[in-house]
Nanobody
Framework: QVQLVESGGGLVQPGGSLRLSCAASGSIASINAMGWYRQAPGKERELVAGTVRGGHTKYADSVKGRFTISRDNAKDTVYLDRVTLEMNSLKPEDTAVYYC??????????WGQGTLVTVSS
């Protein structure tokens, strides 16, 4: 089983930056992919950025060039995996609850509890 803990959300002005972090523990050797999703009020949850084993990444068109996802398989910490989302040039339309997701095994998905990002002046 995989457990996810997110951190880093908050209030930021338009044009500002935030960093979201998602720490995975448990059966991290089984994780094939990790990613960040977001859900704005009244909208469906959507993929923001994802990374798979081997380092390939993908981004939603709306965040390309502004957001960067990175994954840290800490070599000195066997039981911890971490994925970070660097968000720059934030816009009001980036306001949402951001969720971390890990895909492991064949069909198992694990979601974090969500962290709120508010972009407003």
């Amino acid at each position: 089983q995989v457990q996810l803990v997110e951190s880093g959300g908050g209030l930021v002005q338009p044009g500002g930056s935030l960093r979201l972090s998602c720490a995975a523990s448990g059966s991290i050797a089984s994780i094939n992919a990790m990613g960040w999703y977001r859900q704005a009020p009244g909208k469906e949850r959507e993929l923001v950025a994802g990374t798979v084993r081997g380092g390939h990444t993908k981004y939603a068109d709306s965040v390309k060039g502004r957001f960067t996802i990175s994954r840290d398989n800490a070599k000195d910490t066997v039981y911890l995996d971490r994925v970070t989302l660097e968000m720059n040039s934030l816009k009001p339309e980036d306001t949402a609850v951001y969720y971390c997701k890990a895909e492991s095994g064949v069909t198992t998905e694990t979601w974090g509890q969500g962290t709120l990002v508010t972009v407003s002046s």
